[in-house]
């Protein structure tokens, strides 16, 4: 059973997560707007791991028999300068919830919720992958420079969303 102070601030990853799945959306309309196909790839991509990532926490408050208490979600920007701007904003983004999630691990260890940490330990690992791959993007586009950006835009089409093995994780939906 989660105690009270986790099962709000599970919530509360939850509105997290549920918001960077918004952003990630916006940064993909853009994209495409622009006619960034590629980039519009990527974040559609980044989105979907994001739903993945709040249905995991979903799951997981239920399975624990607490409740889930939804909230609303903050409106994310929908103008971006440049896709280099779309990837910085994207980086910190992605060191902000890593932050957020060793402060999720830090407070399941205080109350000795040893399940909780244990559920958490995925997305401790899942950050260090969301910062690589914003970073690897982010560092492509600054060496391409403007006359590079239609190879970038080629390579970031090429990301595929994957689901999570169902055998890895009990906790999917």
């Not at 974040?43 to 990532?53: G, I, L, S």
């Not at 919830?97 to 040893?114: E, F, M, N, P, Y």
């Not at 595929?160 to 009990?170: C, G, I, N, R």
């Amino acid at each position: 059973m989660l105690s009270d102070k986790m099962e709000t601030a599970l919530s509360t990853q939850m509105n997290k997560e549920f918001y960077s799945a918004y952003l990630y959306l916006s940064m993909a309309a853009h994209s495409q707007f622009v006619g960034l196909k590629g980039a519009a790839n990527w974040f559609t991509v980044q989105y979907q791991e994001e739903m993945v990532h709040f249905n995991k926490f979903f799951a997981y408050v239920l399975d624990s028999g607490a409740k889930v208490k939804l909230m609303a979600i903050e409106k994310p920007p929908v103008e971006f300068k440049s896709l280099k701007d779309m990837f910085e904003q994207t980086l910190k983004h992605e060191k902000f919830v890593t932050k957020c999630i060793h402060d999720l691990v830090d407070l399941a260890r205080q109350g000795k919720d040893h399940p909780t940490e244990t559920f958490l330990q995925w997305f401790v690992t899942e950050q260090v992958e969301e910062e690589a791959n914003a970073g690897t993007a982010l560092a492509r586009i600054k060496l391409a420079g403007e006359q590079g950006l239609f190879l970038v835009d080629n390579e970031l089409a090429a990301r595929v969303f994957t689901p999570p093995a169902a055998a890895a994780d009990a906790n999917a939906p």
